[in-house]
């Protein structure tokens, strides 16, 4: 009995795992081996009609990730062919989708501001252009020696973004638009000039936000737009979470942005400008849907610039063909899935 008991133990070491596989192919060195991942390994093997089935969503699969792979091609070499609208645009504030400019990352994250004289605000009456600057002592507007914030909820603290502000980066945005002010550097003493004698101007502080940003500085232009929000109505609330989620989107936190976005639009749902650059950042995390909802309230609610309209109604096209696409490819690839042995439930 022992030595049955033995012989049984040794023979355990001989048996090797089987894997059983109904797809075979012909490799480079001509011998035939089995495929186990397979989108013909059938769990009905037997059924020929299913294989030849098989095989035609096989075939629209492919075809249909070539005509996605051509498109977005298409999408990303459609350069701007209006050079002069696209330097007016960044000029006039505009923002996020360009004339014609490709649906690559670079345009997705393109800087975003927010032209407070188009809302009533008189930038003079909190920045003196008109007083001499010594550019020898020139001071930078920073926001965190004017004003300790407390902890707060309000301030957004329980987005990731914002818990660890500190590890923002993003790149400057040297094109953003300074209003009559030409040096970077003289904007930024103004704007300190005048926070030094109103503490809690929210104007101020987006401004100095604005400045930050033209500098890369990220988390300082945060602290600032923090202040920002502090010090806000809510009447302007929307402007100051307009600038805090473009500085979120740039520095690829975007699933953060589009919340700060959608509270913007809870305080003002009339502006072109938050529903373009939530287009972006939906357009950016693959929600092409979404991004295509909101391009088109944009359009529709968007200034007289036709030119604008013309180029935000191409990449809406070009959204929508893509989205259709995707969504076609997804359903045979899903169910392509279905009918392969790793698949679960009957069909």
Not at 25 to 39: C, H, P, Y
Not at 155 to 179: D, I, Q, S, V, Y
Not at 237 to 256: A, P
Request: charged letters at 25%; a negative charge.
């Amino acid at each position: 009995m022992n030595c049955t008991y033995i012989f049984f133990i040794i023979l355990s070491f001989f048996i090797l795992s089987i894997n059983s596989t109904t797809h075979w192919f012909l490799n480079n060195e001509g011998k035939i081996q089995a495929q186990m991942d397979s989108i013909y390994q059938l769990r009905r093997p037997y059924d020929f009609l299913a294989l030849i089935q098989q095989e035609e969503r096989a075939k629209h699969v492919e075809q249909l990730k070539k005509e996605l792979l051509e498109q977005k091609a298409h999408i990303d070499k459609n350069e701007d062919k209006d050079t002069q609208l696209e330097e007016r645009i960044y000029r006039t504030y505009t923002d996020c989708i360009l004339a014609g400019r490709p649906l690559t990352e670079f345009d997705l994250y393109s800087s975003s501001t927010f032209d407070l004289k188009s809302i009533g605000i008189n930038i003079e009456e909190h920045v003196n252009f008109e007083a001499t600057v010594n550019s020898e002592n020139l001071q930078t507007p920073d926001c965190q020696s004017f004003t300790e914030l407390p902890f707060s909820m309000f301030l957004l603290e329980h987005l990731k973004g914002m818990r660890f502000r500190e590890n923002l980066t993003a790149l400057p945005e040297e094109e953003t638009p300074l209003n009559d002010e030409q040096d970077p550097n003289i904007w930024g003493h103004r704007v300190s000039e005048g926070l030094s004698k109103n503490k809690t101007s929210w104007v101020l502080y987006t401004l100095a936000s604005q400045y930050w940003r033209i500098k890369g500085n990220t988390q300082e232009a945060v602290e600032c737009i923090r202040r920002a929000i502090y010090f806000s109505s809510r009447e302007y609330r929307y402007v100051v979470l307009f600038h805090l989620g473009n500085i979120l989107h740039r520095s690829h936190e975007s699933e953060d942005a589009a919340i700060v976005l959608h509270m913007a639009l809870d305080h003002y749902k009339r502006s072109a400008a938050i529903h373009e650059i939530l287009g972006c950042v939906y357009a950016t995390v693959g929600y092409y849907n979404e991004s295509v909802l909101c391009l088109e309230n944009a359009l529709h609610i968007s200034s007289k610039d036709e030119n604008l309209k013309k180029s935000l109604q191409h990449t809406l096209n070009e959204l929508r063909a893509y989205q259709k696409k995707h969504d076609e490819w997804l359903k045979f690839a899903t169910e392509a899935l279905a009918r392969t042995s790793y698949s679960r439930d009957e069909t």
